[in-house]
């Protein structure tokens, strides 16, 4: 089972293999001619002119939500290169890199490894200060996710800029990739797909079950496209265990194979039950491999938020992890980005038991009970174009 | 030193170090014959507006070339598209060709995608942007790139899967079928 952060990479392995930058002989550019051309074309001194602040705003505030997407980027960073990173232990001893790849190896694991039917729940506050004090723009993130089948997640994301009187907020739940969003503009809450409707009767054989279900689902506002193959319902025969969890909602009737047969258009077909692949991971802090590798020295007694801290430095990424000692969770990252700074402080990062009460945290509906709730593709895709989700 | 002299040697180191970079950008995103034109014209932007640009100038660069090029792509885009097709004819794989990683079959993917999850693919695919650099491209907050990348690569293993589909199709449309086939009832 590939993790959300390996599918994408292997997926951006494909892009980079499919690079169509191709210079034919004589075409690759030359530089120092181009820059002889445009020297002379432009003039010798620059007006003097207001610098245009909405624009550098725009793309100060762009990375408003750097350290959140930093810290979540790590694992796709680029790999292979020089990253180098320092890791001093608890007491702030640097240590060894042998050992620090030991450190970094069990930090890895702690936040990518969870046991089922738990709920992984973290908030954190970032703080972005622009070069100069131009822009400076905080947000907070909330998340809640779901380490078993159907691997439901519910993300709230608020940020405002001290450039800009709006704040913008999402939020939204995913199950099996499939999102729900919140809008709290019209206290609406917008489902793509009503569940797939299935039916158990008697099996064939004593202690099975006939499972009767559409045989594809389809994702998308032109389902009135679904190829004629591809209509009509489909008999599984299970157990008398996996009706019994279908009944209790354990195990539900998942489509594995996504059929797209045009843009925004989707088919979910094959289907059985059972679990789906673990989609989440995508959104939490991760700490790359490659930091393992190259390892500097430096010397700081290491005590964050009156704890004991591991502090991990990228001298790559330009980044520093705090995670507690204590259960190796995170608790801050510092990431430089040209002259803005980036700040993420952890202000929960726990994983909680999968009770009933952990797990109305991931529902939107539980959420938000007096919401109208609206299932449909049109108005789902609306929504979602509105909303910038 | 000079106040202009040290304007425009700034100007220099930043156009020696990204040049190569904007020009592949362009390339990549439009007729050979009008990327120096981009080039040219995203430098001229950022030389008027030096105390705009950033320690790290290169997303800011590509942000600015990207509007430079969207804007000479409205007046061309239907031959764009069929510059695009000729291409992917042009690519198409030949008696060695491996579906699943051939770069036709990735570029035809990539094709049915929308232009927004495209240019996420690709200014991170492509021009080796980290996604925090490709949002600040896109003017979008880092985070919400962050989904929208995910979501992209995810469409796009979905459109590669029909893209093989419609290959291996295709490929037994052109074969002749067997006169008997004893697996066809359970295949």
């Keep these: ?132 004090g131009l822009a400076s723009s905080t947000w907070s993130q909330s998340l809640w996710e779901s380490t078993s089948s159907p691997y439901r997640e519910l993300m709230t994301l608020t940020s405002s800029s001290n450039q800009s009187a709006s704040q913008d907020y999402s939020e939204g739940t995913t199950t099996q990739d499939i999102l729900q969003i919140y809008d709290p503009s019209r206290n609406t809450i917008y489902e793509p797909l009503a569940k797939p409707a299935w039916r158990l009767t008697r099996g064939p054989r004593g202690g099975t079950w ?138 929960v990062y726990k994983v909680l038991s999968g009770t009933a009460a952990s797990k109305s945290l991931l529902s939107l509906r539980h959420a938000h009970p007096t919401a109208r709730i609206v299932v449909g593709e049109r108005a789902f895709h609306a929504a979602e174009t509105r909303l910038g989700a | 030193m000079d106040h202009t002299n040290s304007e425009r040697e700034r100007f220099e180191r930043i156009f020696r170090a990204n040049h190569l970079k904007v020009h592949a950008f362009a390339r990549r995103r439009i007729a050979a014959e009008a990327v120096d034109d981009v080039v040219s014209e995203t430098f001229t932007v950022a030389w008027r507006r030096l105390d705009d640009i950033p320690d790290d100038p290169l997303p800011w660069l590509l942000g600015v070339a990207r509007n430079v090029v969207g804007t000479a ?50 200014l991170v695919g492509w021009d080796g942007l980290t996604p925090t650099e490709a949002a600040a491209v896109i003017g979008v907050p880092a985070n919400r790139f962050r989904v929208r990348l995910h979501r992209a690569a995810r469409r796009l293993r979905w459109a590669l899967v029909a893209a093989e589909e419609e290959a291996d199709a295709a490929a037994q449309q052109e074969r002749p079928s067997p006169d008997f086939n004893p697996q066809g009832a359970v295949a």
Aim: aromatic share 6%; hydrophobic share 40%; glycine share 6%.
């Design chain 1, 1 to 132: 089972m590939k993790a959300g952060s390996e599918k994408l990479e292997a997926t951006l392995g494909l892009v980079r293999a499919a690079d169509p930058l191709d210079y034919a002989e004589g075409e690759q550019p030359d530089t120092e001619a181009a820059l002889r051309v445009i020297l002379a074309t432009v003039p010798a001194s620059r007006s003097r002119r207001a610098p245009r602040r909405r624009r550098v705003l725009t793309l100060a505030g762009s990375t408003a939500g750097a350290a959140i997407a930093t810290v979540v980027a790590l694992n796709i960073a680029p790999s292979g290169g020089s990253e180098m990173a320092s890791v001093l232990n608890q007491t702030g001893v640097l240590v060894s890199p042998a050992r620090a790849a030991q450190i970094v190896a069990r930090v890895q694991r702690q936040l990518t490894h969870f046991a089922p039917n738990e709920i992984i729940e973290f908030k954190l506050i970032g703080h972005q200060t622009g070069a100069g």
């Design chain 1, 210 to 347: 006939t499972v009767t279900v559409p045989r594809a689902v389809v994702y998308t506002q032109l389902a009135r496209r679904l190829p004629a193959a591809e209509r009509g319902t489909e008999r599984l025969t299970v157990s008398d265990s996996q009706a019994r969890a279908l009944r209790s909602g354990v195990k539900q009737v998942v489509y594995d194979h996504p059929y797209p047969s045009r843009q925004n258009f989707s088919i979910f077909t094959e289907p059985r039950i059972g679990t789906y692949p673990n989609i989440t991971g995508t959104r939490r802090p991760e700490v790359p491999a490659s930091w393992v590798s190259g390892l500097k020295t430096r010397g700081l007694r290491v005590r964050l938020h009156g704890q004991s801290a591991i502090e991990i430095t990228s001298k790559a990424t330009s980044t520093t992890y705090w995670f507690s000692a204590a259960t190796l969770y995170p608790l801050k990252s510092v990431i430089g980005f040209g002259k803005t700074a980036m700040t993420t402080r952890f202000t």
């Design chain 2, 73 to 122: 792509r409205r007046g061309e885009a239907r031959r764009l598209r069929l510059q695009t097709r000729a291409q992917a004819d042009y690519q198409a794989p030949t008696e060695d060709r491996e579906p699943k990683l051939d770069s036709a079959l990735v570029n035809a993917a990539l094709e049915r995608l929308s232009e927004r999850d495209r240019e996420a693919l690709t």
